[in-house]
């Protein structure tokens, strides 16, 4: 994933962590009463979801690729980390093979 691939997702996540950052404060220091205000969060969250829908999405597949990426990659470096663990076993048996096939008496 490139640089400019990752700014752009740090963007994307930081705008929306703003815009829950914001709406969260609004619930808060509104002076609504309780029913009326969950009416307008309700209507609010529709709204949103029904216009950034397609954004959350891509988001959220891109995100879900990313960390399959991530998995294969970790993966793959621990099978090369056990390789390289049973190749440095196998080269120390063959060494202690090799020293124990000499007659010293």
Do not use: H
């Amino acid at each position: 994933m490139s640089d400019k691939e990752n700014s752009s997702i740090c963007f994307g996540l930081g705008l929306l962590a703003g815009i829950l950052g914001g709406m969260a404060a609004g619930i808060l220091f509104a002076p609504c009463p309780g029913e009326e205000m969950r009416a307008k969060v309700k209507d609010t969250v529709c709204d949103l979801a029904e216009k950034y829908s397609p954004e959350v999405q891509e988001a959220k597949k891109q995100a879900l690729e990313s960390i399959d990426l991530l998995k294969y990659k970790l993966e793959k470096q621990y099978k090369k980390f056990g390789n390289m663990l049973k190749s440095k076993k196998l080269r120390r048996a063959k060494e202690l093979e090799d020293i124990s096939d000499y007659d010293f008496n």
